[in-house]
C-alpha cells in the first residue's frame, strides 16, 4: 500500500511540473462544443446527454492510452527504468499509483464538458439516477486504470508505441460506444463491443442520464467490473512477464 | 558502521550473451558480453573494474544489480543470487549508473532523492533526515530545492551518487562515477569513497580514470572482451606488466645503438625532444642501463615505474578508438 501511495505521490508531483500529460483535457471544451452543436442544428436535444458525456470518456480514453501506456517506456527513454527495477520495491503498486492519480485526473473531463454545456449552450444536463451514474463512473474509472496498465505493460515492447497509441485511439471510441452507442453499430461488431469495457461504461453512464429505468443495472455493472478485473490481472501478468523479457534481453534502457 | 560477511560479491563463470539482430526472433549474430567471468569482492573493500568500452564493465554491474539476467553462471551478492534472491539483493545493494540520464530532471534534488528513499522503504523523519544528510555530503545542500534539469552533468552525476546511497547500502555498484565531474568534484568523490571504506562499505566501481582507481581502490581488476584479465593491487598490477623500471636520458645516437644490444633491454624510444627511452624486460637492467650510460659521460637520467595508466595502454593499447563487439 505504501509503495502505491508513493506512486500516487510522484505522479501528482509530475502531473503538477508536466500539465501536457493532460492535454486532451484541453481538447474537451473543443469536442463537447462540435458534440452539442450538431446536437441544436439537428434539433435532437434528448441526445444532450450524448454530447456531453462522449467527449468525457474520449479524454479518459485519449489520456490513459498516452499517458499511462507511457508510464513504463518514459521512464526507459528517461533511464530510470534499471535504477526502478534495481530498487526493493515492486512495480505493480508502484504503476498502480501512478495510473490511478492519472484517470483520477482525466475524470476531470467530465466536469469539463458539464460546464462547457451550461454556459456556451445554456444545456443543463440532469442526472435521473445519480446513484447509478456515480456507481458507473467509477467501475468505470476502475476498469480504465485497469487496462491502463496492460497499454503501460504492452508499449514497452514496442519500439515505437506512438504509432499504437495514434491507431488505438478512434477505434475504441466505436468499439466503445463512446460517440455512437454500440446499439447502432452492425451486430457482428458485438462480440467485439462485448468485450471492451467502454462499452458497458458508456451505456450505463447515458442510462443513467436518462429518465427511463436502467435495465439490468447489476449485470451490467458486474461484467463492466468483470472486464475491469480481466484488465486488472492481465496487466500484472503482463508487467511480471514484460519486465522479465527485457531484464533477459537487456533492454531496460536504450542507452 | 556497516557490517558485512565476506565476500560481499561472489561470480563464478559468469556469461551473458546478447542475441543480435532486431525484431522479436533476434536472428543475427550472437555478442559475448561476458565470458566466463570469475571475480571476489571482499567486504569492505573498494575494488575496481577497469577496461576499454565494450569490455563487459557495464554488464556485470547491471547483472549484479539484477537489472539483467546472466545467460550463465552464477552470481551473489552478500550471499544472495542475484536470480533467485533478487528481493534480498536489492535491498542489501545501491546502484549508481553514469550519464546524464537516470534522474527525474523536472523534479528537485530533493524530490529526487525522498522518492527513491521511498522506494527503499524510508519515511517521515528518517526519509527527511538521510535526504538532508546525503545532500550535505555530496555538497548540494544549497541547490537541493532546483530542478535537477537545471543541474551540470557534474552535478547531476553527485544526485546519482546520493540516490545509490540513499538505501544505506552494503554494497555500492558505481559505473563511472566520475563521468563529467570537475577536478574538484572528482577530488571530493575520492575523498566519498574513502569515507564510504572507513564506513565498511564495498564498493565495486567502474571506471576510465586511471588515477581515481590508484588512488580509491583497494584491487582492480582488468577485464576485456568478457573476461578478466587479472586482479590484482594497482601497484602490484603496474609491477605485473612491466615489471621493471624504465630509464629517459639524453642519450647520443651511437651510444643508442649499443645499448640497445643489452640483454634485458626492451624497446628503445627516442622524442622528438631527443630524450631516449629504454623499456627493460628483466630485473636487474635498470641499474646496469645506468651504470651505462654514466660510465659514458651521460648525466641527465631519471628511471621511473609505469603507473596504471600505461598498464592500461599496455594491456588494451592496440585498440585504438575500437569498441568491441
Excluded at chain 1, 534495481?86 to 495510473?99: F, K, S
Aim: glycine letters at 10%.
Amino acid at each position: 500500500m505504501r509503495t502505491l501511495l508513493i506512486g500516487c505521490w510522484y505522479q501528482l508531483l509530475v502531473l503538477r511540473r508536466s500539465p501536457a500529460d493532460l492535454m486532451a483535457l484541453f481538447v474537451v471544451p473543443v469536442n463537447t462544443t462540435v458534440f452539442l452543436a450538431i446536437m441544436q442544428h439537428a434539433d435532437r436535444p434528448d441526445l444532450a446527454g450524448h454530447a456531453v458525456l462522449a467527449p468525457g470518456l474520449m479524454a479518459l480514453w485519449a489520456i490513459s492510452l498516452v499517458t499511462c501506456g507511457e508510464l513504463i517506456d518514459a521512464e526507459r527513454w528517461g533511464g530510470t527504468l534499471e535504477a526502478l527495477v534495481a530498487v526493493p520495491a515492486r512495480m505493480l503498486p508502484l504503476l498502480t499509483g501512478r495510473i490511478v492519480v492519472v484517470v483520477t485526473a482525466s475524470l476531470f473531463a467530465f466536469v469539463e464538458s458539464y460546464f462547457v454545456a451550461l454556459v456556451f449552450f445554456d444545456v443543463s444536463i440532469s442526472v435521473p439516477h445519480l446513484g447509478v451514474f456515480v456507481v458507473s463512473m467509477l467501475a468505470t474509472g476502475l476498469a480504465m486504470a485497469c487496462w491502463a496498465g496492460v497499454m503501460a505493460s504492452v508499449f514497452v515492447l514496442a519500439r515505437s508505441a506512438r504509432i499504437f497509441q495514434n491507431a488505438l485511439g478512434f477505434p475504441f471510441f466505436v468499439l466503445g460506444g463512446v460517440i455512437v452507442p454500440v446499439s447502432y453499430l452492425p451486430d457482428w461488431l458485438r462480440p467485439l463491443t462485448n468485450v471492451v469495457f467502454l462499452s458497458w461504461s458508456s451505456d450505463l453512464l447515458r442510462d443513467a442520464l436518462n429518465p427511463a429505468p436502467v435495465q439490468d443495472f447489476g449485470f451490467r455493472l458486474l461484467v463492466l467490473l468483470l472486464l475491469a478485473l480481466a484488465g486488472g490481472g492481465l496487466g500484472a501478468y503482463l508487467l511480471s512477464a514484460v519486465l522479465r523479457r527485457v531484464r533477459s534481453l537487456g533492454t531496460l534502457t536504450y542507452a | 558502521m556497516i557490517k558485512q560477511v565476506a565476500p560481499a560479491v561472489e561470480v563464478t563463470a559468469l556469461r551473458r550473451v546478447f542475441a543480435g539482430g532486431k525484431g522479436l526472433r533476434k536472428r543475427g549474430p550472437e555478442h559475448v558480453a561476458l565470458d566466463g567471468v570469475d571475480l571476489v569482492v571482499d567486504a569492505g573493500e573498494v575494488h575496481g573494474l577497469l577496461g576499454p568500452n565494450g569490455a563487459g564493465k557495464t554488464t556485470l554491474c547491471k547483472i549484479l544489480s539484477t537489472v539483467l539476467l546472466p545467460s550463465g553462471g552464477m552470481a551473489k551478492v552478500l550471499g544472495h543470487d542475484v536470480v533467485t534472491h533478487t528481493a534480498q539483493v536489492r535491498t542489501s545493494m545501491g546502484i549508481v549508473f553514469g550519464g546524464e540520464r537516470g534522474l527525474y530532471g523536472r523534479l528537485t534534488a530533493r524530490q529526487n532523492l525522498k522518492f527513491w528513499g521511498a522506494l527503499h522503504g524510508l519515511h517521515g523523519k528518517q526519509l527527511r533526515t538521510r535526504v538532508d544528510a546525503l545532500l550535505d555530503r555530496v555538497g548540494l545542500r544549497d541547490r537541493a530545492d532546483d530542478r535537477v534539469e537545471a543541474f551540470s552533468r557534474g552535478m547531476k552525476q553527485r544526485v546519482h551518487l546520493a540516490r545509490g546511497m540513499v538505501g544505506d547500502p552494503a554494497l555500492l555498484l558505481l559505473d563511472e562515477p566520475t563521468t563529467g565531474m570537475d577536478p574538484v568534484a572528482a577530488k571530493d568523490f575520492r575523498a566519498l569513497v574513502g569515507e564510504l571504506r572507513a564506513e565498511r562499505r564495498t564498493v565495486l566501481i567502474t571506471t576510465h580514470d586511471m588515477v581515481e582507481a590508484e588512488q580509491v581502490c583497494d584491487r582492480v581488476s582488468l577485464i576485456d572482451s568478457g573476461r578478466i584479465l587479472a586482479t590484482e593491487s594497482p601497484n602490484a598490477l603496474s609491477e605485473w606488466i612491466t615489471r621493471f623500471e624504465r630509464v629517459d636520458a639524453l642519450v647520443p645516437p651511437e651510444l643508442v645503438s649499443r645499448l640497445r644490444t643489452l640483454p634485458g633491454v626492451g624497446s628503445v624510444s627516442t622524442s622528438d625532444d631527443g630524450r631516449t627511452r629504454f623499456e627493460t624486460t628483466e630485473e636487474g637492467v635498470a641499474a646496469q642501463l645506468v651504470r651505462s650510460l654514466v660510465e659514458a659521460g651521460v648525466t641527465t637520467v631519471t628511471t621511473s615505474k609505469p603507473s596504471l595508466e600505461e598498464v592500461y595502454l599496455h594491456v588494451f593499447g592496440g585498440n585504438g578508438m575500437a569498441v568491441r563487439r
